[in-house]
Nanobody, 115 residues
Framework: QVQPVESGGGLVQPGGSPRLSCAASASILRIDTMGWYRQAPGKQRELVATITNSGATNYAYAAKGRFTISRDNAKNTVYLQMSSLKPEDTALYLC?????????WGQGTQVTVSS
Protein backbone atom coordinates (compact mmCIF):
# COMPACT_ATOMS: atom_id res chain seq x y z
CA GLN A 1 0.00 0.00 0.00
CA VAL A 2 1.13 3.52 -0.81
CA GLN A 3 0.15 6.58 1.19
CA PRO A 4 0.81 9.90 -0.54
CA VAL A 5 1.27 12.91 1.74
CA GLU A 6 1.09 16.38 0.25
CA SER A 7 2.67 19.58 1.52
CA GLY A 8 3.56 23.05 0.33
CA GLY A 9 0.20 24.73 -0.05
CA GLY A 10 -0.98 27.92 1.56
CA LEU A 11 -1.97 31.46 0.75
CA VAL A 12 -0.17 32.72 -2.35
CA GLN A 13 -0.32 36.07 -4.06
CA PRO A 14 -1.28 36.22 -7.73
CA GLY A 15 1.81 35.58 -9.82
CA GLY A 16 3.39 33.50 -7.06
CA SER A 17 5.44 30.33 -7.55
CA PRO A 18 4.94 27.77 -4.81
CA ARG A 19 6.19 24.21 -4.98
CA LEU A 20 4.03 21.35 -3.81
CA SER A 21 5.53 18.08 -2.62
CA CYS A 22 4.05 14.62 -2.49
CA ALA A 23 5.94 12.09 -0.39
CA ALA A 24 5.03 8.45 -0.89
CA SER A 25 5.28 5.82 1.82
CA ALA A 26 6.80 3.33 -0.62
CA SER A 27 9.30 3.43 -3.43
CA ILE A 28 7.84 5.41 -6.30
CA LEU A 29 9.79 3.21 -8.66
CA ARG A 30 7.06 0.64 -7.98
CA ILE A 31 4.34 3.12 -8.93
CA ASP A 32 3.23 3.30 -12.55
CA THR A 33 2.12 6.92 -12.53
CA MET A 34 2.00 9.71 -9.99
CA GLY A 35 -0.10 12.74 -10.53
CA TRP A 36 -1.45 15.97 -9.21
CA TYR A 37 -5.13 16.75 -9.35
CA ARG A 38 -7.12 19.63 -7.98
CA GLN A 39 -10.62 20.29 -6.82
CA ALA A 40 -12.12 23.72 -6.39
CA PRO A 41 -15.27 24.28 -4.30
CA GLY A 42 -18.34 23.20 -6.21
CA LYS A 43 -16.31 21.74 -9.06
CA GLN A 44 -15.24 18.29 -10.09
CA ARG A 45 -11.76 16.99 -9.48
CA GLU A 46 -9.53 17.63 -12.47
CA LEU A 47 -6.17 16.52 -13.69
CA VAL A 48 -3.25 18.92 -13.32
CA ALA A 49 -0.23 16.83 -14.33
CA THR A 50 1.10 13.28 -14.25
CA ILE A 51 4.49 11.65 -14.45
CA THR A 52 5.20 7.99 -15.17
CA ASN A 53 7.94 5.86 -13.66
CA SER A 54 9.87 6.36 -16.89
CA GLY A 55 9.60 10.13 -16.53
CA ALA A 56 7.01 10.83 -19.20
CA THR A 57 4.85 13.81 -18.28
CA ASN A 58 1.38 14.95 -19.17
CA TYR A 59 -0.23 18.29 -18.39
CA ALA A 60 -3.71 19.68 -18.43
CA TYR A 61 -4.18 22.63 -20.74
CA ALA A 62 -4.47 25.03 -17.79
CA ALA A 63 -1.13 23.83 -16.43
CA LYS A 64 0.95 23.82 -19.60
CA GLY A 65 3.69 26.39 -19.57
CA ARG A 66 3.07 27.36 -15.94
CA PHE A 67 3.41 24.15 -13.92
CA THR A 68 6.16 21.54 -13.93
CA ILE A 69 5.89 18.07 -12.46
CA SER A 70 9.06 16.24 -11.46
CA ARG A 71 10.16 13.35 -9.30
CA ASP A 72 13.01 12.45 -6.99
CA ASN A 73 13.15 8.67 -6.83
CA ALA A 74 15.71 8.66 -4.02
CA LYS A 75 13.30 10.66 -1.85
CA ASN A 76 10.14 8.90 -3.07
CA THR A 77 8.77 12.36 -3.74
CA VAL A 78 6.99 14.04 -6.62
CA TYR A 79 6.89 17.82 -6.95
CA LEU A 80 4.64 20.31 -8.65
CA GLN A 81 6.37 23.60 -9.32
CA MET A 82 3.74 26.19 -10.03
CA SER A 83 4.27 29.67 -11.41
CA SER A 84 2.21 32.66 -12.54
CA LEU A 85 -0.60 31.61 -10.26
CA LYS A 86 -4.04 33.07 -10.83
CA PRO A 87 -7.05 33.25 -8.51
CA GLU A 88 -8.68 30.50 -10.59
CA ASP A 89 -5.87 28.15 -9.53
CA THR A 90 -7.32 28.20 -6.02
CA ALA A 91 -8.17 24.61 -5.10
CA LEU A 92 -7.36 21.61 -2.97
CA TYR A 93 -4.41 19.95 -4.68
CA LEU A 94 -4.33 16.18 -4.33
CA CYS A 95 -1.60 13.69 -5.09
CA UNK A 96 -2.41 10.35 -6.65
CA UNK A 97 -0.25 7.24 -6.88
CA UNK A 98 -1.38 4.65 -9.39
CA UNK A 99 0.09 1.18 -9.07
CA UNK A 100 -2.06 -1.04 -11.22
CA UNK A 101 -4.72 -1.96 -10.31
CA UNK A 102 -4.68 0.23 -7.23
CA UNK A 103 -5.03 3.99 -6.92
CA UNK A 104 -4.07 5.86 -3.78
CA TRP A 105 -5.00 9.43 -2.86
CA GLY A 106 -3.52 11.82 -0.38
CA GLN A 107 -5.57 14.18 1.78
CA GLY A 108 -4.59 17.19 -0.28
CA THR A 109 -3.00 20.55 0.34
CA GLN A 110 -4.96 23.77 -0.07
CA VAL A 111 -3.65 26.46 -2.38
CA THR A 112 -5.40 29.81 -2.18
CA VAL A 113 -4.40 32.51 -4.63
CA SER A 114 -5.41 35.91 -3.35
CA SER A 115 -3.97 39.33 -2.75
Amino acid sequence: QVQPVESGGGLVQPGGSPRLSCAASASILRIDTMGWYRQAPGKQRELVATITNSGATNYAYAAKGRFTISRDNAKNTVYLQMSSLKPEDTALYLCNAYASPYSYWGQGTQVTVSS
